[in-house]
């Protein structure tokens, strides 16, 4: 896929196809009543006649236009335009640039608005949301088929007002660093588990890492044995397959103590002895989305040269029945000392977690993120589209709820009452790994925190946004990279302004 940009009018331009974005009950864009004036009038006459409404999503093709460049134009909905959101921006545009997809070599047109528009959102803001749309909605989950139904547009040509010129420039740009950022979180989802294992995925990073300039080490389990990683070594154990950790490091300023991002990297979970019923376990090879999520932000941090320190932790284990697998009663001791009673092999995530993070505390990161696909409970609380957060720390969770917002992404707080940490308690250890039935995505956050100590801590529980099962017009099946443009919002606020 070719990116350019034009300066200029959008009838000038010639593509198989013009995408010209339409508000819902407002004049149109300064672009729209340009072709509206080519077309003879073509667009108002469509509006009137209630064809066209600007409804977030609502594609209408035009076909052989005459008075314009272009051999087809696509109306795109963008929604309310005087409380235009990222949300909004991101969904009307991945719509339409998958619809366009499902034929092969094509060339786009995307008309952008202009200053004189005054959006709610800038034009750099919009042409960001833009691009990221166009990488993302042009990459799906079909790795494995010898003949995919979906394509990459062959040419993308964002046409901007020549007053915006160096803006839109620098905008393309990071929405193209963005999309490529959300789609390698996608694509390592998407592989399939035989493919992607704790050596695998570590591999991949490494790769990944000395493209964007990141430095990268891999612990082997010889090493994550010596440094005590028991709890996490313990979920390994019933898998062939040995566990790795992947530290990365981002440094973009001078001192200052490091952002730690902490993923989940459960490469397949099969509930080990306290085995998942088939059906569940269908999706668990998208249990590593909090680890590839960690390794997508931190390319695009890299890669956009945001001047902060980062480090970047991926525990990659993969939860298996095997003879030696670990056991109902066992009781494992924690890099950080604390000993847990295992009492379902199926929550390991927070076993895997438990040693990263207090590693991480170790590293004297100043504040931390976990992102994991950690309780089908916080799907039950939240549905599959929303985040859950906890906190140990409410105005650095508050950081992370408005980047959340700025990038578009739905997260939502829930408690931390000590009520449900005494759910937790253990006869014979300091805790056990599960909790009762009812609450169970805040227990295990309330497991969480104990490995976190002082430190300002924020958990993501991705278990329903991270992976979607049935496709919709915005919106490919399988990984989302859900959060990769929440934790950058996060990282640029968290730079020291210049
Ligand atoms: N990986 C699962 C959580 C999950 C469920 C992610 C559904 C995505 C969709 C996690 O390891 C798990 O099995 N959690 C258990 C915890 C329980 C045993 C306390 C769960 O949610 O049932
Ligand atoms: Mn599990
Ligand atoms: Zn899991």
Redesign the pocket.
């Known amino acids: 896929m070719k990116i350019d940009l034009a300066s200029g009018s959008p009838t000038a331009v010639s593509a198989d196809w013009l995408l010209l974005p339409v508000g819902e009950d407002q004049p149109l864009l300064e672009s729209g009543r340009t072709v509206d004036v080519a077309t003879g009038g073509a667009l108002t006459r469509l509006r009137e006649a209630g064809d066209v409404t600007g409804k977030l999503g609502e594609l209408t093709r035009l076909f052989d236009v005459p008075g314009l460049g272009s051999r087809r134009v696509m109306l795109v909905g963008l929604g309310s335009l005087a409380a235009l959101t990222s949300a909004q921006v991101n969904r009307a545009f991945l719509t339409a640039v998958r619809e366009i997809g499902t034929k092969a070599g094509r060339s786009v047109a995307l008309a952008l608005p202009t200053a004189a528009d005054s959006l709610p959102l800038s034009v750099a803001e919009f042409t960001r949301l833009a691009a990221v749309a166009v990488q993302v909605g042009s990459a799906s989950p079909q790795l494995y088929r010898g003949q995919p139904d979906r394509h990459p547009p062959e040419r993308v040509l964002f046409v901007h007002s020549p007053d915006d010129s160096a803006a839109v420039a620098v905008a393309v740009a990071q929405g193209n660093i963005l999309g490529e950022a959300v789609n390698l979180t996608r694509e390592l989802v998407n592989r399939h588990p035989g493919e992607v294992y704790p050596e695998t995925f570590a591999d991949r990073a490494a790769h990944v890492a000395s493209e964007a300039g990141l430095t990268c080490e891999v612990f082997d389990e010889h090493r994550l044995a010596q440094e005590r990683m028991q709890a996490l070594l313990a979920v390994a154990r019933g898998s062939a397959r040995p566990p790795r950790m992947v530290v990365l490091q981002y440094r973009g300023a001078a001192n200052a103590a490091p952002l730690a991002l902490v993923g989940k990297g459960?490469t397949f979970?099969s509930?080990g002895l306290?085995l998942?019923p088939t059906d569940?376990m269908k999706?668990?090879k998208?249990?590593m989305a909090g680890a590839a999520t960690v390794l997508g932000a931190m390319t695009a941090m890299a890669r956009l040269r945001l001047p902060l320190n980062v480090v970047g932790l991926m525990g990659l284990v993969e939860?298996m029945p095997g003879g030696s697998a670990y056991k109902l009663g066992e009781v494992l001791r924690a890099r950080n000392g604390v000993t847990i009673e295992v009492l379902?092999t199926?929550?390991?995530?927070r076993l895997v977690l438990a040693d990263v993070l207090s590693y991480a505390v170790d590293q004297g990161v100043g504040r931390i993120v976990d992102l994991a696909?950690?309780?089908?409970?916080c799907?039950v609380a939240l549905g599959e589209q929303v985040a859950g957060a906890f906190t140990n720390h409410q105005p650095w969770c508050d950081a992370v709820l408005a980047a959340a917002r700025r990038a578009g992404e739905d997260v939502w707080q829930l408690p931390m009452f000590d009520s449900y940490a005494e759910q937790l308690k253990s006869d014979v250890a300091d805790c056990k790994n599960?909790?009762p039935r009812w609450g169970?995505a805040i227990t295990?956050a309330k497991f969480l925190e104990k490995f976190v100590g002082q430190t300002p801590w924020v958990h993501l529980d991705i278990?329903?946004p991270?992976?979607v099962e049935s496709p919709q017009p915005h919106l490919d099946s399988g990984g989302t990279g859900v959060m990769v443009r929440t934790l950058v919002e996060l990282a640029a606020a968290e730079s020291p302004q210049p």
């Open positions: 459960v979970d509930g306290s998942k569940s999706t668990m998208a249990d939860n379902n199926d929550a390991e995530g696909t950690l309780t089908g409970s799907v599960v909790g169970g295990a278990a329903g991270a992976f």
